[in-house]
């Protein structure tokens, strides 16, 4: 396993790593097909058999801006839940976070920014008023024992501001968890960012932060993705955010690609001897599954190379 720290090969090796993010508002919203209810959950459910430890669901936004999330209540509730996989939902505000433990969410998750441009257009208010937001959510699930993660998005850049300090970063990270977020994922959500810049910014954030309670989030636009991921796994980092495919992407950081393809992440963890306990061809047959249904190709690189459907 190269020169990964022991702590990680630990985790590792319980097969702690890889978190499949897929429907999520920034992930699915950029894509303009509306995907039937029953293809979602027989999506989800084939994720469920491939072995992943977490399956982020659903949004539960507002269908008036995200149509292609109007079935997540019943999305939620007719998936096969597995004991031992975790299905956490986002929910940008306090109305979202009601809806969903209504439809019978375990875990949410909220999602800020570190450019305000870019806060104002994905959440529609500035950093300020979404901490507003984020306190009342984190409060009222905490009463109901639901835990939460925090999301920070354009960590590595902004497609509006251009590059982001890392200070400025490890500023928001430290905040949310100090107000509850058990766990920060830094997203490069443009996927600007580089291993040097990757380096940067986790020995940033690793001095405001323990390094259990981070998580990477990286776009591959440049095609950077996995050498960041790399460099976040030798610096500790065990959890990998990925979506099955590549699909996705965020509409408001144009020309950005999906989430890098959990496809390709399992690839490379395999080829390093790290047993994350997920089915590599079982991913692979369920991103031919969603990319049939979505009428497109599938952004990973592995699949397209080695996938044979039978």
Same mark, same amino acid.
């Given at each position: 396993m190269g020169n990964l720290p022991p702590a990680v090969k630990h985790c590792l090796h319980n097969q702690q790593l890889i978190r499949e993010y897929f429907w999520s508002e920034q992930q699915f919203q950029q894509e303009q097909v509306i995907v039937p209810t029953k293809v979602k959950i027989d999506f989800i459910n084939q994720l469920s058999e491939a072995g992943f430890p977490v399956i982020e669901v659903t949004s539960f936004v507002s269908s008036k801006w995200v149509p292609q999330m109007a079935d997540h209540a019943e999305v939620l509730l007719g998936i096969k839940r597995h004991p031992h996989v975790k299905y956490p939902v986002l929910t940008p505000n306090l109305q979202g976070l009601h809806a969903a433990i209504g439809a019978g969410a375990t875990e949410v998750a909220i999602f800020g920014a570190t450019s305000e441009t870019f806060s104002r257009k994905n959440i529609n208010c500035s950093i300020a008023e979404s901490f507003g937001r984020f306190d009342e959510i984190l409060r009222h699930a905490k009463e109901v024992n639901v835990p939460v993660r925090g999301y920070v998005s354009c960590a590595m850049g902004c497609p509006y501001e251009g590059n982001i300090g890392p200070a400025k970063v490890a500023e928001i990270s430290k905040r949310l968890y100090s107000m509850g977020c058990y766990e920060i994922s830094l997203g490069d959500t443009n996927g600007?960012? *580089?291993?040097?810049?990757?380096?940067? %910014?986790?020995?940033?954030?690793?001095?405001?932060?323990?390094?259990?309670? %981070?998580?990477?989030?990286?776009?591959? *636009?440049?095609?950077?993705?996995?050498?960041?991921? %790399? *460099?976040? %796994?030798q610096m500790g980092i065990s959890t990998v955010d990925s979506s099955v495919a590549g699909l996705g992407g965020c509409p408001y950081a144009v020309g950005a690609s999906g989430n890098v393809s959990t496809e390709d992440v399992l690839y490379m963890l395999n080829g390093m001897g790290i047993n994350t306990g997920v089915d590599l061809h079982k991913v692979m047959e369920a991103g031919n599954f969603i990319c049939k249904a979505m009428n497109r190709k599938t952004a990973s690189k592995v699949s397209q190379a080695c996938f044979n459907p039978c």
């Amino acid at each position: 396993m190269g020169n990964l720290p022991p702590a990680v090969k630990h985790c590792l090796h319980n097969q702690q790593l890889i978190r499949e993010y897929f429907w999520s508002e920034q992930q699915f919203q950029q894509e303009q097909v509306i995907v039937p209810t029953k293809v979602k959950i027989d999506f989800i459910n084939q994720l469920s058999e491939a072995g992943f430890p977490v399956i982020e669901v659903t949004s539960f936004v507002s269908s008036k801006w995200v149509p292609q999330m109007a079935d997540h209540a019943e999305v939620l509730l007719g998936i096969k839940r597995h004991p031992h996989v975790k299905y956490p939902v986002l929910t940008p505000n306090l109305q979202g976070l009601h809806a969903a433990i209504g439809a019978g969410a375990t875990e949410v998750a909220i999602f800020g920014a570190t450019s305000e441009t870019f806060s104002r257009k994905n959440i529609n208010c500035s950093i300020a008023e979404s901490f507003g937001r984020f306190d009342e959510i984190l409060r009222h699930a905490k009463e109901v024992n639901v835990p939460v993660r925090g999301y920070v998005s354009c960590a590595m850049g902004c497609p509006y501001e251009g590059n982001i300090g890392p200070a400025k970063v490890a500023e928001i990270s430290k905040r949310l968890y100090s107000m509850g977020c058990y766990e920060i994922s830094l997203g490069d959500t443009n996927g600007v960012g *580089t291993a040097g810049s990757m380096k940067h %910014l986790l020995e940033a954030v690793l001095k405001e932060m323990p390094r259990h309670a %981070l998580a990477v989030h990286c776009h591959d *636009t440049y095609g950077q993705a996995l050498a960041n991921i %790399l *460099t976040a %796994l030798q610096m500790g980092i065990s959890t990998v955010d990925s979506s099955v495919a590549g699909l996705g992407g965020c509409p408001y950081a144009v020309g950005a690609s999906g989430n890098v393809s959990t496809e390709d992440v399992l690839y490379m963890l395999n080829g390093m001897g790290i047993n994350t306990g997920v089915d590599l061809h079982k991913v692979m047959e369920a991103g031919n599954f969603i990319c049939k249904a979505m009428n497109r190709k599938t952004a990973s690189k592995v699949s397209q190379a080695c996938f044979n459907p039978c």
